[in-house]
Each structure stands twice: as C-alpha cells, then as structure tokens.
C-alpha cells in the first residue's frame, strides 16, 4: 500500500437538522434527501448496502439498487434464490445503508423483508432493457459456475429461444420490500459533531428522537 490510510482525513460539511423544521414522519425527509443525492451523485444515488443475516447468525452485505420508495416501504429486485434470497427467507430482516459523499450524508435503514406482489414484479421486470430481462434468465445467480464463457453461452442459448418474442419473468426474480421499522438520517459536521436524528416506529406511530454523534 503506497497510501497510509490511517492519515487520510476530512472535515465534514453540512447544514444543520433542526429538529423544529423536520416531519413528524421520515418518508417526507427521505424523499427530499434522495431527490438532491440524485442531483448531487447522478445515477449512483439510489445504490444501498443490503445487509442480512443467514440461519447461522453470520451477516452478509451487499450492494443493491432502489427501485421505488413510498410509506409502504422501499424496493428492490433480485434473484429469490440468490444468497441474499436464501438469508431473506429464513431471517426476513434487513438492514440498508446510503452513502452520499458529496452531501456528507447517510440514511439507516432497519427493518423487516416481504416479496412484493406478482403483478408489481411482472410490472418492473417489463420495464427493464431486453438485455437485462435475458440476464435474469441467464444468471443462476450465486451459484458456482466453470468460466465467463459459460454466461456467453447461455446467454446466447435465451437469446435464440426468445427470439421475436416476449421475454417473461422468470418465476425465481422478483422483488422484496424493506418495511421499515427504524430510519436515521445522519449529515455530517465539523469536528466530528454530527447531526443524527432517528425515527422508530412503535404501534404504527413514528417517534423521532436525536442521537448523541
């Protein structure tokens, strides 16, 4: 390593949170957080650490892709037999973080995991390029496999077989919800004096308090 990384430092920059001028419920503040990280971090904004914990406790994290946020929860798409789906079934519990360096900004969130329904999936999956469609037939996503060209000759098989067709939603893909239980936005602040406000919900009511840096 040519680079001491113990000596790299910055100074975070951000505006305050003013607890005064924050929702009582915290979908309202993601949305206006996301809208500028998308402003600010272009097409890397809705990319979110996915950490979940399989049936021997061990947790495991990834990078995955926001693809719809409402009161009901956020979405993401994947393989329900890829790792991630096996942990998501035994332990339907899960954790997301975003990271938006340019603003000083992250955003927790914990939760439980559901499948969304069919007809959301079947929805999301017809609005994906060709080529992505064909990736969700060709990766047995997870699974060991000999070499590249292995993909390439799958690949090319799906191809002939969808020829001059609809591609059709493999029944194994599809989407999860994270229906959130905790969300907490952290900005960043000089002298490492940063601004945490956490939102809880209990009985269906959002409770807000603000964490010790």
Do not use: C
Not at 66 to 83: E, I, M, R
Not at 118 to 124: F, G, I, K, L, P
């Amino acid at each position: 390593m040519t680079r001491n990384i113990a000596d790299i430092r910055r100074d975070y920059e951000g505006g305050r949170l003013d607890e005064t001028q924050l929702p009582d419920r915290p979908m309202p503040m993601f949305d206006e957080w996301l809208t500028l990280a998308l402003d600010a971090e272009g097409e890397d904004a809705n990319a979110m650490t996915l950490a979940t914990v399989d049936s021997q406790g061990f947790p495991h994290a990834r990078v995955v892709l926001l693809k719809g946020a409402d009161d009901q929860g956020l979405k993401f798409f994947s393989n329900y037999h890829s790792h991630k789906g096996s942990e998501l079934a035994n332990v339907p519990q899960a954790a997301l973080v975003f990271w938006w360096p340019s603003l000083a900004r992250q955003i927790r969130v914990e939760g439980s995991v559901e499948q969304v329904s069919e007809q959301e999936s079947d929805a999301y999956f017809a609005s994906r390029p060709r080529a992505s469609q064909l990736g969700a037939w060709v990766a047995t996503q997870s699974v060991v496999i000999p070499g590249r060209q292995w993909l390439e000759e799958r690949e090319n098989r799906f191809e002939q077989a969808y020829e001059g067709q609809d591609i059709p939603r493999p029944v194994h893909w599809g989407g999860y919800r994270l229906v959130p239980e905790m969300i907490e936005f952290w900005q960043g602040q000089p002298s490492r004096l940063h601004d945490r406000i956490r939102f809880e919900r209990r009985d269906d009511h959002w409770h807000r308090f603000r964490l010790a840096p």
